[in-house]
């Protein structure tokens, strides 16, 4: 090259690269001015959180006062009290009037606060009682009263501490029912200028803001006045209070000036972008018109289409070697087309497992021409008879996920696939394989000669279960489907072999199940076991120990009656709501060990995997519940008597004048006592416990014997048949005729 070539191109790009530079400068600037704004950003951010939080807090503090003096504190009480019990002393009123003035003095940021009754129309306020009528903020009061809303803070309003006087105070009120009888009402006012005092304290009031405002958008407190002199407000935070619905906005304070200054700013951010495309038409212009005999040259090579694109790129870039150019090209276009290699066989298997999986589950039609097409280029095409079956990983989640990272755990999914493929090839069979799920592997069979597969291909299943069980960390169960005529369909043979792994739960883990073995197909109704579920419960709360043996009844039927595993998942959450309904009126203290051992029940549904396991800890959690209540029985000093009202009542349940009477003159106690302390004990209320019994033994009636519904009344002690007939379906859902249908149809 020439020095004058040398000092064209020279000459050509300096300016350029001065120009270059420059605008680099100006979009530095930017940035630096981009990063501060970020910066203000996230001060403000914090600033409004921190400021939310506390005002949160000191909201929640005279929330929590107000609760204490509603519920606890027994002047409150017996200041509406008073006059209902026909008493009329001043000491209550005043007693009153001393708990406002105690509360008023703790909480600062109280500015009143009033106690509203609504049987003599009275407001209460720390200096005095004065009729409704001439209480300044009656239009409140009523309009609370009459409102159907939430009590919640908010009421934005101007308040006159004296009535001869203009002079207001901006307040925000909370409302509470002080006395549920008589709906009486204590009502706090905050002052808004000890919000202002709180956010002021929160800020820099000299460069920054904070302004709160209620849900409907309306200022209730702010740092600066909503248009301040001198300059300009931009907003850069805001959080919404969850418990109020206000929202706190915060940001900076800017000069006047700063509204001129931003568009100048941008305006030599344009220029910058303006010079950078100029620059770039001068560089393209310049090295094309340099370039022209060197392109003229490189052109001679050859003619392809192929061959232009790298020598673009070349010119651009100004290589000193043309022809290391042209080399660079070709091999960055081999290696483009390597990588377009590997990324078409990675779709085209990933083709092949969406594929498979549509097709497993019957979600594409095997008939269609685009089906026949895709299938035959992704090698999924099989001819004669196929078997579908599915291999499923036992204990993925508790045991495979817990032990393995992700990436061995595609390795040994790999390693599964690998040897189903291979032994089943081994023994003469073509076979078709792909992920379904993450745990399962569906794997169609063809097997050659129609009906002669049976004992063959589940013998070369049961050695491929062997095989894994020996050299891998963890077991399959695989189900296998009935026998398809061609590979069309399938579909249904794989999903046979899916509902036989729905049975693994019952049948166990590590085996194979063809769907032909599986108890006749049978999904067996629950009623007898949904009522056993409810015995269980009952009697778990009646403190009967009989809920021991119905609870092994239980599993016991579940275990052979050839349940699915949906099935015995449902009748065990089943299981859980009846008995937590159950215990609903017992003390929440008593049942600490209740509520961490469903929890703990739960997670054991979501993970078993086998019968036995949520047999072992169905059996544990009802112990411990037992155990708890039988020591909350112990400490109740009616426990004994209770219980001895209940052996009565279990024995003479079929006496039509069985009544709280009759109770009462038997045990020497009130009805109304008997009634509260029954409810109490056993958490249900006499009759219903009595019409629970009758209906027990109605039940048994109509499964062993042809009674009919008057002479069954007329045995457990219902004088009118209606009568029976209408408790029986409110027990059961069902009238005694339909349930013996019922009962008749599930024994069969």
Not at 696 to 712: K, R, S
Request: with cysteine.
């Amino acid at each position: 090259m020439k020095r004058n070539w040398f000092r064209r191109l020279l000459f050509s790009y300096m300016p350029v690269f001065v120009v270059i530079c420059v605008t680099l400068l100006l979009i530095s600037f930017q940035n630096m001015r981009v990063l501060a704004d970020r910066a203000a950003v996230r001060s403000s951010e914090s600033v409004v959180r921190n400021a939310k939080q506390l005002l949160e807090q000191s909201l929640r503090n005279i929330e929590e006062a107000m609760n204490d003096m509603v519920l606890v504190e027994p002047r409150i009480a017996a200041y509406y009290h008073s006059e209902r019990a026909g008493r009329s002393e001043p000491g209550p009123l005043y007693d009153a009037a001393f708990a406002l003035r105690e509360m008023q003095d703790r909480l600062p940021m109280v500015h009143s606060l009033y106690l509203y009754k609504p049987e003599d129309d009275t407001v209460l306020e720390p200096g005095g009682r004065s009729p409704l009528s001439e209480f300044h903020d009656m239009p409140y009061i009523r309009g609370k009263l009459d409102s159907y809303d939430g009590f919640y803070w908010g009421d934005f309003r101007d308040w006159k501490d004296d009535p001869f006087s203009d002079r207001t105070t901006g307040i925000v009120s909370l409302a509470k029912i002080a006395d549920l009888r008589s709906k009486g009402l204590l009502v706090v006012n905050i002052d808004v200028e000890a919000l202002r005092s709180m956010l002021a304290r929160s800020t820099d009031t000299s460069s920054g803001y904070l302004e709160l405002t209620d849900a409907s958008g309306r200022r209730i407190a702010g740092t600066v006045p909503e248009r301040p002199e001198g300059h300009d407000r931009k907003r850069l935070a805001g959080e919404t209070m969850a418990n109020t619905g206000w929202r706190l906005e915060g940001g900076v304070l800017q000069p006047g000036i700063t509204g001129w200054i931003v568009p100048a700013l941008y305006t030599s951010i344009g220029v910058g972008v303006l010079c950078i495309a100029v620059g770039i038409v001068w560089i393209v212009y310049v090295s094309r018109r340099h370039y022209r005999p060197v392109e003229s040259l490189i052109r001679q090579i050859g003619s392809l289409s192929i061959q232009r694109a790298p020598l673009a790129s070349a010119s651009a870039k100004e290589k000193p070697d043309e022809f290391q150019s042209i080399s660079l090209a070709l091999d960055s276009l081999l290696d483009r087309s390597n990588r377009l290699n590997e990324e078409n066989e990675e779709n085209k298997r990933f083709k092949r497992a969406h594929l498979f999986q549509r097709f497993a589950e019957g979600r594409v039609d095997p008939e269609s021409a685009e089906f026949r097409r895709e299938s035959k280029r992704l090698g999924l095409a099989m001819e004669g008879p196929c078997l579908g079956t599915i291999l499923e990983i036992d204990r993925y989640a508790a045991d495979v996920c817990n032990r393995f990272p992700e990436a061995d755990r595609r390795l040994l999914k790999y390693a599964l696939q690998t040897a189903a493929e291979e032994s089943l090839r081994s023994r003469g069979y073509s076979v078709c394989s792909d992920w379904l799920a993450e745990h399962r592997c569906g794997v169609i069979i063809g097997t050659g000669d129609p009906g002669a597969h049976s004992a063959a291909v589940e013998e070369a299943l049961e050695a491929l279960r062997e095989w894994v069980e020996r050299h891998l960390p963890f077991t399959v169960t695989i189900g296998v489907g009935t026998e398809a005529d061609g590979f069309a369909t399938v579909s249904k043979s794989v999903r046979w072999a899916k509902e036989a792994l729905a049975y693994k739960m019952t049948l166990g883990l590590n085996r194979v199940i063809p769907y032909r073995n599986v108890p006749e197909k049978l999904r067996p109704e629950l009623l007898q076991e949904l009522q056993t579920v409810k015995e269980i419960a009952r009697l778990l709360r009646m403190g009967d120990p009989g809920w021991n043996d119905e609870t092994e009844r239980l599993l016991a039927s579940l275990q052979g009656g050839g349940y699915g595993s949906e099935q015995v998942l449902n009748l065990s959450y089943m299981l859980l709501f009846h008995v937590q309904r159950e215990l609903a009126d017992v003390p929440p203290e008593q049942l600490s060990s209740w509520f961490a051992d469903s929890t703990r029940l739960e997670e054991s549904l979501r993970m078993a995997e086998t019968m036995g396991e949520i047999g072992d800890t169905i059996r544990t959690v009802l112990a411990a519940t037992w155990d708890s209540l039988e020591q909350w029985r112990e400490a109740n000093k009616h426990s004994g008597i209770l219980q001895d009202i209940k052996a009565f009542i279990d024995e003479r349940y079929a006496d039509p004048n069985l009544s709280l009477s009759m109770l009462g003159d038997r045990f020497g106690l009130h009805t109304t006592t008997i009634s509260r302390l029954f409810k109490e004990e056993f958490g249900v209320k006499f009759v219903d416990y009595v019409n629970g019994r009758r209906v027990q033994q109605a039940i048994q009636l109509i499964e062993n014997d042809t009674l009919t519904a008057g002479e069954i009344a007329d045995r457990i002690g219902f004088a009118h048949p209606q009568s029976f007939i209408r408790i029986f379906k409110k027990h059961t859902g069902y009238t005694p005729g339909t349930y013996r249908k019922e009962a008749a149809t599930g024994a069969e």
